[in-house]
């Protein structure tokens, strides 16, 4: 199923400081995704939000930066005029903060933070529920997630090549392991050629780097980095403060966590089998009455 929406969770109110502004989102594909034209609506003040966005999304599109708007998706919410459900412009936490980033406003802060409050929420409570090895494979796919919003974002700063990211990483891993680079990790680790040490992290381990990754997205976008050299620096500072409010916290540094047993191709694996032998009727029903 791939939204799963109460009418309790369905529309939030943010509140402005004055009378508050409600903000429809959806559960859609394993992630939020907000109404943009109620969050160009807490941003502006403006009476005709909707029109705000269709000039916004002209400008958007007349700068080059048109797969801002392929990201966005046509969802539907209920409307606060009739209460019926019509389709509307929606977008992750990550596209709205972009989009954000396009409207001048003293609201932008704020409504940044809270986007990335509600945003993770629910990522955490689905993975609360689950098993560890289940955890562990949502997590992993929204690190990689992550990832690829990081990349973009590192891209405007001149980080281009395979080389570059690789560098632009371990800065990120420096601040957040305490001075380790990718391939301390692994060696840590014990891992052979070629594997991923996010493959290898545990659920509270994969956590501390989705938020250093999440983090110095909006850090980068924020500060308008636009060198390779800024870049780095800003990715080490927010991991070192990643890992500082760790300490604060009395959690335990990332480079103390376990490191599971199984990699999560080998847990992909297990989940890929356990998927097909509950499809597959039993050869031996245990429910069959004695005769």
């Given at each position: 199923?791939?939204?799963?929406?109460?009418?309790?969770?369905?529309?939030?109110p943010f509140d402005d400081g004055s009378a508050g502004r409600l903000i429809r989102r959806v559960w859609h594909e394993g992630r939020w995704y907000f109404s943009v034209v109620d969050v160009i609506a807490v941003l502006t003040d403006s009476p005709v939000p909707r029109t705000y966005w269709a000039v916004l999304k002209k400008r958007i599109?007349?700068?080059?930066?048109?797969?801002?708007?392929?990201?966005?998706?046509?969802?539907?919410?209920?409307?606060?005029?009739?209460?019926?459900?019509?389709?509307?412009?929606?977008?992750?936490?990550?596209?709205?903060?972009?989009?954000?980033?396009?409207?001048?406003?003293?609201?932008?802060?704020?409504?940044?933070?809270?986007?990335?409050?509600?945003?993770?929420?629910?990522?955490?409570?689905?993975?609360?529920?689950?098993?560890?090895?289940?955890?562990?494979?949502?997590?992993?796919?929204?690190?990689?997630?992550?990832?690829?919003?990081?990349?973009?974002?590192?891209?405007?700063?001149?980080?281009?090549?395979?080389?570059?990211?690789?560098?632009?990483?371990?800065?990120?891993?420096?601040?957040?392991?305490?001075?380790?680079?990718?391939?301390?990790?692994?060696?840590?680790?014990?891992?052979?050629?070629?594997?991923?040490?996010?493959?290898?992290?545990?659920?509270?381990?994969?956590?501390?780097?989705?938020?250093?990754?999440?983090?110095?997205?909006?850090?980068?976008?924020?500060?308008?980095?636009?060198?390779?050299?800024?870049?780095?620096?800003?990715?080490?500072?927010?991991?070192?403060?990643?890992?500082?409010?760790?300490?604060?916290?009395?959690?335990?540094?990332?480079e103390d966590l376990p490191t599971p047993e199984q990699s999560i191709q080998q847990l992909e694996r297990a989940e890929q089998q356990r998927i097909v032998a509950e499809q597959?009727?039993?050869?031996?029903?245990?429910?069959?009455?004695?005769?």
């Amino acid at each position: 199923m791939s939204e799963m929406n109460g009418d309790d969770q369905a529309i939030l109110p943010f509140d402005d400081g004055s009378a508050g502004r409600l903000i429809r989102r959806v559960w859609h594909e394993g992630r939020w995704y907000f109404s943009v034209v109620d969050v160009i609506a807490v941003l502006t003040d403006s009476p005709v939000p909707r029109t705000y966005w269709a000039v916004l999304k002209k400008r958007i599109q007349e700068e080059g930066a048109s797969q801002l708007l392929t990201d966005c998706k046509q969802l539907k919410m209920r409307s606060a005029l009739d209460g019926k459900m019509y389709k509307t412009d929606a977008a992750d936490t990550e596209t709205m903060l972009r989009i954000v980033q396009s409207v001048p406003s003293p609201k932008a802060e704020p409504i940044k933070q809270w986007l990335a409050h509600e945003g993770a929420r629910r990522l955490d409570e689905v993975a609360a529920q689950l098993p560890e090895g289940q955890q562990r494979l949502l997590l992993r796919g929204e690190m990689a997630d992550r990832n690829r919003a990081l990349a973009d974002a590192a891209a405007d700063a001149g980080v281009i090549t395979s080389r570059d990211f690789a560098v632009f990483q371990d800065f990120g891993y420096m601040g957040l392991y305490g001075g380790e680079k990718a391939r301390d990790i692994a060696a840590r680790k014990g891992l052979a050629k070629g594997e991923k040490v996010l493959d290898w992290m545990n659920p509270e381990e994969l956590a501390s780097n989705i938020f250093r990754a999440a983090q110095t997205t909006a850090k980068l976008g924020r500060d308008g980095a636009d060198n390779k050299a800024d870049a780095n620096q800003t990715h080490f500072t927010v991991g070192r403060e990643v890992r500082e409010t760790i300490a604060r916290l009395g959690g335990t540094m990332p480079e103390d966590l376990p490191t599971p047993e199984q990699s999560i191709q080998q847990l992909e694996r297990a989940e890929q089998q356990r998927i097909v032998a509950e499809q597959q009727p039993a050869l031996f029903p245990s429910d069959l009455p004695d005769k």
